[in-house]
């Protein structure tokens, strides 16, 4: 068992399946009253964090950089890795996209929403929402996702499902 007496004590976040970097980084920061910056200095990892959270991945994060963040975090690295794009595959920072569905079954963003090529939801059969559905807005950073819902008129994303058009239409 590791000891924890010489770093100081954050609440856990347990990570969720496919949960993207942002969303991730979004919920412990919340826990735990941190900023961005305030989680890279305690990492010693500068700035990178905010980074992250926008998923602007190039540099893409070192095997130090992750390292110090999952001490921190608490969890194993490979853990943090998941929540980043695999190698060769490209991603696409804007816009943030969505599944409503997939939300209003497991509500947080996924990575692979955020991959390229990956226009659809292959669960649903659904294409991906790239903005609000009521006022057209695009959505904000996973990070910033608190009560699910857009941040300019406050359509629960849930909601948003019904709007969602199959990849066949
Ligand atoms: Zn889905
Ligand atoms: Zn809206």
Not at 28 to 57: C, H, M, Q, S
Not at 70 to 79: F, K, T, W, Y
Request: aromatic share 12%; hydrophobic share 35%; glycine share 6%.
């Amino acid at each position: 068992m590791e000891t924890v007496e010489d770093k100081p004590w954050f609440f856990q976040v347990e990570p969720l399946e496919g949960e993207s970097i942002s969303h991730f980084l979004g919920r412990f920061r919340r826990d735990n009253y941190l900023t961005p910056g305030e989680l890279g200095k305690l990492a010693g990892i500068g700035w990178v964090v905010g980074r992250w959270e926008k998923f602007y991945l190039n540099p893409f994060p070192t095997r130090q950089e992750l390292e110090a963040l999952a001490s921190i975090v608490g969890v194993e690295i490979e853990r943090l890795y998941q929540m980043l794009p695999s190698q060769g595959v490209v991603m696409q920072p804007k816009p943030i996209r969505l599944c409503a569905v997939c939300y209003a079954e497991n509500p947080y963003h996924r990575i692979e929403w955020q991959f390229k090529e990956r226009w659809r939801c292959d669960r649903h059969q659904l294409h991906l929402l790239t903005k609000c559905t009521n006022c057209k807005r695009p959505f904000p950073i996973p990070a910033l996702w608190v009560q699910g819902e857009c941040s300019h008129c406050l359509l629960p994303f849930a909601r948003m499902a019904k709007r969602q058009k199959s990849r066949r239409a």
